[in-house]
């Protein structure tokens, strides 16, 4: 058994598509629309390594649980946060703030050993967890 895929309800699905798109790496795998409920779906899909991100939007959505940090999202029941592994954590994270991400935690040890770790929000306010694992001295 293997994670198919996280799905991420945003408010602007293009804008959140082109995000996802030029900070992560993912490409358009489908476009779907369920016109029972009036829902829009884009599965994106990175290529090489195939993990897929699942963007949906239905009018007259509101915003849930948007925590200013991971303790505060740990407060709420439910998913708190997208988490990615990552091989250059700093360039990465860095790459990310260049693509308009909000800075919540900056490159430090985790409390796993031997792991770094990074948060930060995308456009609408989501966290995303970056991971670097392997790591001597971490």
Known sequence: MRL???????????????????AFGLEREIALRI???????VMLRHAQHGHRVELLHR???HPGLRAAS???????????HIAFDVPDLEGIHGRLL???????????????????????????????ELVQRGLSGA
């Open 59 to 61: 009018p007259g959505g």
């Open 98 to 128: 260049g693509h308009g991400a909000r800075e919540v935690m900056p490159p430090q040890p985790a409390p796993e050993p031997g792991v770094r770790m990074s948060f930060l929000a995308d456009p609408e306010g989501n966290l995303i």
């Open 35 to 41: 016109d029972a409920v009036d829902l829009d779906i």
């Open 70 to 80: 991971p303790a505060e999202a740990a407060l709420t029941e439910g998913y708190g």
């Open 4 to 22: 198919d895929h996280v799905g991420v309800n945003v408010a602007d699905l293009a804008k959140a598509e082109t995000w996802y798109c030029a």
